[in-house]
């Protein structure tokens, strides 16, 4: 089940010695409130990120306090992909914010039945407005898209209070053909595997 919540301490260690306690350094920071230094569960954080998507609104207990967050920024160890710190901002419903909204792409299913595929060129759209409009993805359909089809920024339809920050032309996603193996390099593969057998 898809959770939202977490807790937060407040901490005064070194980043390094907060990690090899099994924690995960962060910063909580909200309009004309202080910037406060925290600490996370780092598996409660992993699993948290897992289940909501940069736009899903967090519910951070912090002391006697339950802050409504966002994740902004997440460094993560290019090596083993461990988090190494958070950045999360508290926000009111009524506040106006800027945050890229991931896009998520209905019906692939039924491109890949008809042998096509689709190139996504821009995984997040960056949107701004009140908060309480914000929806946590994006979603596309493209089960009806042919090849050659391509989806374009002016094509998508965002919540009315909302703005899209990027330009009307730029592209989204294109349609293009799934590569297929020659029958000539099959027919090749297949003799090479029978004189092995034999």
């Not at 390094?16 to 350094?25: A, D, L, N, T």
């Not at 967050?69 to 009524?94: F, N, W, Y």
């Given at each position: 089940?898809?959770?939202?919540?977490?807790?937060?301490?407040?901490?005064?260690?070194?980043?390094?010695?907060?990690?090899?306690?099994?924690f995960?350094?962060?910063?909580?920071?909200?309009?004309?409130?202080?910037?406060?230094?925290?600490?996370?569960?780092?598996?409660?954080?992993?699993?948290?990120?897992?289940d909501?998507?940069?736009?899903?609104?967090?519910?951070?207990?912090?002391?006697?306090?339950?802050?409504?967050?966002?994740v902004?920024?997440?460094?993560?160890?290019?090596?083993?992909g461990?988090?190494?710190?958070?950045?999360?901002?508290?926000?009111?419903?009524?506040?106006?914010?800027?945050?890229?909204?991931?896009?998520?792409?209905?019906?692939?299913?039924?491109?890949?039945?008809?042998?096509?595929?689709?190139?996504?060129?821009?995984?997040?759209?960056?949107?701004?407005?009140?908060v309480?409009?914000?929806?946590?993805?994006?979603?596309?359909?493209?089960?009806?898209?042919?090849?050659g089809?391509?989806?374009?920024?002016?094509?998508?339809?965002?919540?009315?209070?909302?703005?899209?920050?990027?330009?009307?032309?730029?592209?989204v996603?294109?349609?293009?053909?799934?590569?297929?193996?020659?029958?000539?390099?099959?027919?090749?593969?297949?003799?090479?595997?029978?004189?092995?057998?034999?």
């Amino acid at each position: 089940m898809k959770s939202n919540f977490i807790k937060a301490v407040e901490r005064n260690s070194k980043a390094k010695s907060i990690r090899k306690q099994g924690f995960v350094p962060g910063v909580i920071y909200g309009e004309g409130e202080d910037t406060v230094v925290v600490k996370f569960e780092s598996i409660r954080l992993s699993k948290l990120l897992k289940d909501n998507t940069k736009s899903s609104k967090i519910q951070v207990k912090l002391g006697d306090e339950t802050k409504q967050c966002i994740v902004k920024e997440v460094q993560k160890d290019p090596a083993t992909g461990d988090i190494l710190h958070i950045d999360m901002q508290s926000i009111r419903k009524d506040e106006s914010i800027k945050i890229k909204v991931p896009v998520v792409f209905n019906g692939r299913g039924m491109l890949e039945s008809k042998n096509l595929l689709l190139e996504n060129q821009l995984p997040e759209i960056e949107l701004s407005g009140i908060v309480g409009l914000m929806p946590e993805n994006i979603e596309i359909d493209v089960s009806d898209k042919d090849f050659g089809d391509k989806i374009f920024v002016k094509d998508i339809q965002v919540p009315e209070g909302l703005n899209v920050l990027h330009e009307e032309d730029e592209l989204v996603a294109v349609i293009s053909a799934l590569k297929q193996i020659p029958q000539s390099e099959v027919e090749t593969e297949e003799e090479t595997v029978s004189e092995e057998i034999n």
